[in-house]
């Protein structure tokens, strides 16, 4: 098999998987926070975005990595990150115009994921970074998939009474139950 059937194989794996996650433990548990939690807890993974600047760094990726993806993947991942900062702050104080952020976080950083996934000249070089498309992309697809549903949703009338501050945030639980759904 070679590296491209590998780097795509890999790729739906980890995105089956974090569906599963998702629609498992992840999806159930968000349900009964109010939508500025979930929106937060959604938004979280993706200030970690910065990683993908090791795009740039050679020694992780080998010589030949195309700049074409690079160089916008690298900064898009920047941007990203900054964007998802800013939602998590704007959500975290309540702040009006919080949901718009997500909603401008949210479009950025998957136009950046798409447009980096389509660049498959790339996957030879890509090197020890290899882990960022396979594995965290996945994770980041889902979660922004999981906040356009959550940003589409009209906020449930038994959340609506709930303050817009994120000051009593609750941790997700795995009950002992056979079926290891959140509490």
Not at 14 to 24: C, D, E, F, Q, R
Not at 69 to 85: E, N, Q, R
Not at 135 to 153: A, D, E
Request: positive net charge; glycine residues 6%; charged residues 10%.
């Amino acid at each position: 098999m070679d590296a491209s059937a590998i780097f795509g194989l890999q790729l739906i794996f980890s995105l089956i998987v974090w569906g599963l996650i998702a629609k498992w433990i992840a999806a159930p548990w968000l349900q009964t926070l109010s939508r500025r939690q979930a929106l937060f807890w959604l938004t979280l993974p993706h200030a970690f975005r910065h990683i993908g600047m090791a795009f740039l760094v050679p020694g992780i990726v080998l010589q030949g990595l195309p700049e074409n993806f690079a160089i916008p993947t690298a900064y898009g991942d920047l941007i990203s990150a900054v964007l998802a900062l800013f939602a998590l702050s704007a959500l975290r104080s309540g702040r009006t115009g919080a949901l718009l952020l997500v909603w401008i976080f949210n479009i950025v950083g998957s136009v950046d994921l798409i447009l980096a996934l389509s660049h498959a000249e790339a996957i030879p070089y890509i090197g020890a970074a290899w882990y960022i498309p396979t594995f965290l992309v996945p994770l980041l697809l889902v979660t922004h998939f999981m906040i356009f549903i959550r940003l589409l949703q009209r906020e449930r009338s038994n959340k609506a009474n709930q303050s817009s501050r994120l000051d009593n945030f609750t941790q997700p639980t795995i009950s002992s139950g056979s079926q290891g759904a959140p509490n």
